[in-house]
């Protein structure tokens, strides 16, 4: 393997072409987006041959192994789970039989691919440097093994995680060659908010041989980040754009700049200083041959230090300033809460199609018996139900009273959280419950997988900061919101002590007040508020029970709760009048804690919601 000195030299030497998107090739070749396109190495090993060889023989000087994924947690997704090893050194051996079959003078290097591994790193994620580190050192021990030129870790959002992929190889292999490449918005910016000068910087005093960028979006839009890079001392430069942006034709993603263009762009690009040049997503053999014939032999154009000049940062990155949102009227329930009243919340679950009319006829006869909010859960056990946010507007058109939205991180990615929250926003709802959510196995669609991109504690800060005026990067956003955050807590977890932990966390990460799961023996909820002495307002969860069966489910077979013996054999004894007497049962029960609490969550089991009423009384 090639030690970080030697590269240097090459990169001073001449511009290097890299090939271009693997991906887009394989995708041609019929395979589709949902595979996990390294396991190709074992299952379709000459199709990724061929790719190889058709990169070589458009002239690209360095061959791109067919690893960017082959991590452990990637594949954990697919059934190669336990062939990271073999997946990785087949990469290698792949580009390495095509890059030795030609002769020594015009034989390609071989870069192994390393990319980001799909999770965000704690704090935004659940994802912990260490657990990263773990994964990388999996991935990169089996690379090494199999001896490429050097290593190139690619399209990275986030600094951190670089850092940590780059400190991994540098522990493996102290003095091994490698290229740092980060992917960035329009705005010359990584989606976590990193600078292309910060990057440069960091990653060259991490021991990178060059430092660039790639995918991102078309070669034009890399021109203010190219830019930016150029500006840093001694910066070796390396860019793989995308062939501009992609249209879908006939069912199949099409990307649009032209072999031609890029070969322009790339005598351009080389005239101003890059070392290395290449494609990402929709670049294919005939833009990488252009591109090699355009550069043929040349030496990088080197600017002195005289004629470099630092970025003004403060000029280039101003924030903008973020625009306040009018704070909307207090509701009554708000009102209640700051001033110590008791406050009630009836939780309402959407239904299983696309009428709403007896949901919203049952909120308003809820507001008529003095219910202060409405709870609407988000597709609760992981059954297919109505869009929460569509039956808070149904409802909101009818009646005036808060809704206490669940937005749950089991569906949707960080886009699609916050794409939600922000309408809800628009759509004058304020108050969110931030819950993790049940897993896609317990309800209607056990084999569909759930995101979980981030957990409820996730979510909470990433909202506080939307609130402050930044996005879940940190980056400044030209608003401001004000919702009112929530969060769920189990006094009866199995593991109190870690329950306990990740309430506090998500008080500190913008929970202002908290809802509990259903209870049912009051010395659960004193022994969680003598423990936890919460800070902020608890709503004590309680649903009235239907009848034994009903109470012996949700003793047996729901996750995390759990129901006396005296309350099981109650109800037992109550027979055909269980509702009445699980309407008595959570009417006890909310009188002995009323002292601890500053209101109540009733949860009608069914939609029941007559029960909520008649407790109530």
Not at 70 to 82: C, I, K, Q, T, W
Not at 128 to 153: C, H, K, N, W
Not at 212 to 224: E, I, V, W
Request: with cysteine; proline share 7%.
């Amino acid at each position: 393997m090639w030690t970080r000195e030697q590269l240097e030299a090459l990169l001073d030497e001449r511009v290097l072409v890299f090939d271009g998107a693997m991906g887009t090739e394989l995708y041609e070749q019929g395979f589709g987006f949902e595979r996990a396109f390294d396991g190709l190495n074992l299952t379709h090993p000459n199709v990724v041959r061929r790719v190889h060889r058709d990169y070589v023989n458009a002239g690209a000087h360095v061959l791109t192994t067919n690893s960017f994924g082959a991590n452990v947690l990637r594949l954990a997704r697919s059934h190669f789970a336990d062939q990271v090893a073999a997946i990785n050194e087949a990469a290698v051996q792949l580009a390495r039989s095509e890059s030795e079959a030609r002769p020594p003078h015009i034989r390609p290097l071989v870069a192994a691919s390393i990319g980001p591994l799909g999770q965000p790193l704690a704090p935004i994620g659940r994802l912990t440097r260490e657990a990263a580190a773990d994964a990388y050192r999996t991935q990169m021990v089996a690379i090494l093994r199999a001896d490429p030129d050097f290593i190139l870790l690619e399209t990275f959002g986030d600094l951190e995680e670089l850092k940590v992929a780059a400190g991994v190889l540098t522990e493996l292999a102290p003095n091994a060659a490698f290229i740092a490449s980060a992917t960035f918005t329009e705005e010359a910016k990584t989606i976590f908010g990193n600078k292309p000068e910060e990057i440069v910087r960091v990653m060259t005093a991490a021991g990178a041989a060059a430092v660039g960028a790639n995918c991102s979006t078309g070669p034009q839009a890399l021109d203010p980040v190219l830019e930016r890079m150029l500006k840093v001392p001694g910066a070796r430069v390396m860019l793989s754009p995308n062939a501009g942006m992609p249209r879908l034709v006939d069912g199949r993603y099409v990307y649009v700049a032209s072999p031609d263009y890029f070969a322009e762009w790339a005598v351009r690009v080389a005239d101003l200083g890059v070392r290395a040049i290449g494609g990402c997503c929709g670049t294919k053999p005939a833009h990488i041959q252009r591109m090699a014939d355009a550069i043929g032999i040349r030496a990088p154009h080197v600017l002195t230090v005289g004629k470099r000049r630092e970025v003004d940062v403060s000029v280039a990155v101003e924030p903008i300033a973020a625009a306040g949102v009018p704070q909307t009227q207090t509701s009554s329930f708000e009102r209640k809460l700051a001033a110590g009243e008791f406050v009630v919340s009836v939780e309402l679950d959407p239904p299983r199609g696309v009428d709403g009319d007896r949901l919203v006829q049952g909120a308003i006869l809820l507001k008529q018996a003095g219910v202060d909010a409405i709870n609407i859960a988000d597709s609760p056990l992981a059954t297919a139900r109505m869009s929460p946010l569509a039956l808070a507007v149904l409802i909101k058109q009818q009646i005036d009273i808060e809704i206490l939205l669940h937005v749950s991180c089991r569906d949707r990615n960080v886009l699609g959280l916050l794409s939600e929250a922000m309408g809800a926003h628009a759509l004058s709802i304020r108050h969110l419950l931030c819950v993790t959510g049940d897993p896609p196995s317990l309800g209607d669609y056990p084999g569909s997988r759930g995101v979980f991109e981030v957990d409820s504690i996730g979510l909470l800060r990433t909202l506080q900061r939307v609130n402050e005026g930044e996005d879940a990067n940190g980056k400044p956003l030209p608003f401001r919101t004000d919702f009112r955050l929530s969060c769920a807590v189990n006094p009866t977890a199995v593991d109190l002590d870690l329950e306990i932990e990740r309430f506090h966390r998500k008080v500190d990460a913008g929970a202002t007040y908290a809802l509990t799961q259903p209870l049912y023996d009051p010395a659960d909820l004193q022994r969680f508020v003598e423990r936890a002495k919460p800070t902020i307002p608890l709503l004590v969860g309680v649903l009235p029970l239907r009848n034994a069966r009903h109470a012996h489910f949700i003793h047996h077979e729901v996750p995390g709760m759990a129901i006396p013996e005296a309350i099981r054999e109650r109800m037992n004894l109550a027979g055909p009048n269980g509702p009445e007497e699980g309407v008595a049962i959570g009417r006890e029960f909310l009188t002995a804690v009323k002292p601890y609490v500053a209101g109540t969550y009733l949860m009608p089991p069914f939609n029941k919601f007559e029960m909520a009423i008649e407790l109530l009384r």
